[in-house]
């Protein structure tokens, strides 16, 4: 049967049928664009609270591993080439043990021009002394004559002078090998300045320079040149908020876990309170994570784990809470 487009009508026939092409057109929309409703494993496990404590009274917080020295940063208090760098991130150091060496040819050269100072100064003092004797006993044997008429009064004025200017040029002697000493003892401090050794035993945790690089002493903003610290054992700073602080139960062992690891949680023991609540340092990066609080900071050291702990590792921490079933 041919369509009588004459007899085409738009409100009964073309209007019914461009709806529900229209509907077709929005179901299909609706169902390529739903989001995919499949479950999936997360991709890190959430934080949980020990078996010990999850039906007590507790309080949560985050942390930084640490060493229990806390790190140590290192510079050099003067500027110069890197002319030595003797250990790699990771080295265990003794207390003493040199990690790097700054040029020291200039202070070396201000050592010998000092020495060279002392040498020619303690030369002049001998001398000195040698013309104070001499001076000394003339005048003496002026003095002594018995006879006025036998030495004039402007000889023995003249060996007086000479006795005199003896004693000044020791003076000026002595004073110039104190001056060349104290240069001497200047460039020592130098070189042992250039010379950077390990403050403690401990892990080299970063170094930041490299042999042949020009470093100027550290400022206020500059990355320190080597970073270590005693990581046997280590230590974990603990963020508790300042509104959960009162509630804490100081003394008591805390339950830890690296972040993303939950379910392999070990036992701290307590080491200290900081006395100073400090602004919020440590993010969490979570959504609901507050930045602008005070928080209490906790020490506690933990056990030995073979490697489960590493140096700025972020982890979560559980803790009884006062009035907490034992």
Known sequence: MALDLKNLSFSRQILPVAALLGLIAAAIFILAGMPDRDLSEPGREPPRAPEALADSLRVAGSGVVEPSSETIQLGSALSGLITGLYVQPGDRVTEGEVLFTVDARAARAQLREAEAAIAE???AIAEARSTQAT????LELYRNVEDPAAVSRAEVIRAEGEAAAANERLRLA????????????????????????APIAGQILA???????????????AQPFIEMGQTDPLHVRIDIDEEQAPRLALGEPATVSPR???????????????P????KRSLTNSAAERVD????????????????FRVGQQVDAYI???????
């Open 121 to 123: 100064a303690r030369a």
């Open 135 to 138: 001076a000394a006993s003339q």
């Open 174 to 197: 002595q004073a110039r090998l104190q001056a060349a000493q104290a240069r001497a003892g200047s460039a020592q401090t130098q070189m042992a300045q250039l010379t950077v050794r």
């Open 207 to 221: 170094v930041n320079i490299r042999k042949g690089e020009y470093v100027s002493t550290m400022g206020a903003s």
């Open 260 to 274: 993303g690891a939950a379910d392999r949680q070990v036992r701290a023991s307590f080491v200290r309170a900081e």
């Open 276 to 279: 100073l609540v400090v602004p």
């Open 293 to 308: 609080v005070r928080v209490l900071q906790v020490i506690y050291e933990l056990p030995e784990t073979d490697g489960l």
């Open 320 to 326: 009884a809470a006062e009035g907490a079933a034992k």
